[in-house]
């Protein structure tokens, strides 16, 4: 059964950078790639934007557009999250989900907790 | 853009039935998923296309989805059943998920 691994915990400074992974231990036939979701402290699910694996093609919440990119390497089945410009807002755990045909998501990541603080 | 309305809390006895709602306009006409989240844990697919249960899921975990709302019923409640539930259909016109703001299952 596919599993989706995180890179790990990271604490950055604002105004820095954050590039987080996620590698799919199998290839997925039928998914659409990865989304990546964040979650701030005791909020709900905030989606960020989704990535295809077979052509690279992006779509992004309007609230993050030009400050993140999302990136794929077919070859190693895993995506990369990078976020800009970071503030105290940014502090929460990032998920990555495969995004199953039918478009829904299964399975998640592990999540990776990013806090932002100077 | 789209909105899926879900309670803040819900709670039920152990060993009676929950039912949480996931309200949108004319849901009933959309694809509708729910995910619990554990305290500290990711999000696992628990329903997805309104009422299908991925392997290993309970059966006491079931989902229907018709109108105006959407609702995922927890038969036979247990105390590991506590958790965040949240709903989440595609919008097709921004070509995006919408999650609802999610539910907190307290098992007295």
């Known amino acids: 059964q596919v599993q989706v691994v995180q890179s790990g915990a990271e604490v950055k400074k604002p105004g820095a950078s954050l590039k987080v992974s996620c590698k799919a231990t199998?290839?997925?036939?039928?998914?659409?790639?990865f989304s990546w979701v964040r979650q701030a402290p005791g909020q709900g699910l905030e989606w960020m934007g989704w990535?295809?694996?077979?052509?690279?093609?992006?779509n992004y919440a309007q609230k993050f557009q030009g400050r993140v990119t999302m990136t794929t390497d077919t070859s190693t089945t895993t995506a990369y999250m990078e976020l800009r410009n970071l503030t105290s807002d940014d502090t929460a755990v990032y998920y990555c989900?495969?995004?199953?045909?039918?478009?829904?998501?299964?399975?998640w990541g592990q999540g990776t907790l990013v806090t932002v603080s100077s | 853009s789209y909105v899926l309305t879900q309670p803040p809390s819900v709670s039920v006895a152990p060993g009676k039935t929950a039912r949480i709602t996931c309200g949108g306009n004319?849901?009933?006409?959309?694809?509708l998923h729910w995910y619990q989240q554990k305290p500290g844990q990711a999000p696992v697919l628990v329903i997805y296309?309104?009422?299908d249960r991925p392997s290993g899921i309970p059966e006491r975990f079931s989902g229907s989805n018709s109108g105006n709302a959407a609702t995922l019923t927890i038969s036979r409640v247990e105390a590991g059943d506590e958790a965040a539930y949240y709903c989440?259909?595609?919008?097709?016109?921004?070509?995006?998920?919408?999650f609802g703001g999610g539910t907190k299952l307290t098992v007295l």
């Open positions: 199998a290839y997925v036939s039928a998914s659409y790639g």
């Open positions: 990535i295809t694996t077979h052509n690279g093609e992006t």
């Open positions: 989900a495969l995004r199953v045909m039918g478009n829904y998501f299964d399975p």
């Open positions: 989440q259909v595609w919008d097709y016109s921004s070509d995006h998920p919408v």
């Open positions: 004319t849901i009933g006409s959309k694809s």
């Open positions: 296309d309104d009422a």
